[in-house]
């Protein structure tokens, strides 16, 4: 069974399309016209191992909010698609991520419950052309659409580049972990309730 999605979104602000597979190998093809949302997208893609295809055009012109938001819409409700009713998948995730002088931990829970919890701060509001405040602003989205309970810590750290990439590599490692195939129960939904 291929858990695949395609989604697109077409709005006054923005014009979107993924497809992704929560069963790839982390390949990507990502064009935001957002250099570093860009990099992120090919991060979540390679340590997640979903396969992700994101065509993004947006008002640019007026800065980067929309573009951002609604690529965390969009993969968030690929994620969703392709979960279906989130059978047999492990549910819960957890990564702890070095990177150089920071670390950044991510546990979620693909409850279909979304909740974020942020904290993570930054001592600069740009990395290069990119508002570090839109970070928030993609978790809150992509956890929303993706059905997610998901907390992000930065524990400590210096280099603001580091805090997101570290970000998002911890939040593709447990997303990993959590949309997986647990084989004892995969005709089962992992809920005593018996559904998600």
Known sequence: ???KAQVTRDTKETKISAEINLDGTGQYDVATGIGFLDHMMEQLSR???????????????IDYHHTTEDTGIVLGQAVTQALGERKG???YGSALIPMDETLTRVALDASNRPYLI???NFDRDKLGDMDTELFKEWYQAFAQH????LHVENIYG???????ESSFKALARALRQAIEIDPR?????????GSL
């Open 1 to 3: 069974m291929m858990r």
């Open 47 to 61: 340590h997640s191992l979903i396969d992700i295809h994101l065509r993004a055009q947006g008002d640019l012109h």
């Open 89 to 91: 998948i492990n549910r």
């Open 118 to 120: 942020w904290r993570v």
């Open 146 to 149: 993706a059905g997610l309970t």
């Open 158 to 164: 210096t280099n603001n580049h580091h805090i997101v």
């Open 185 to 193: 129960k995969s005709d089962a939904v992992p809920s005593t309730k």
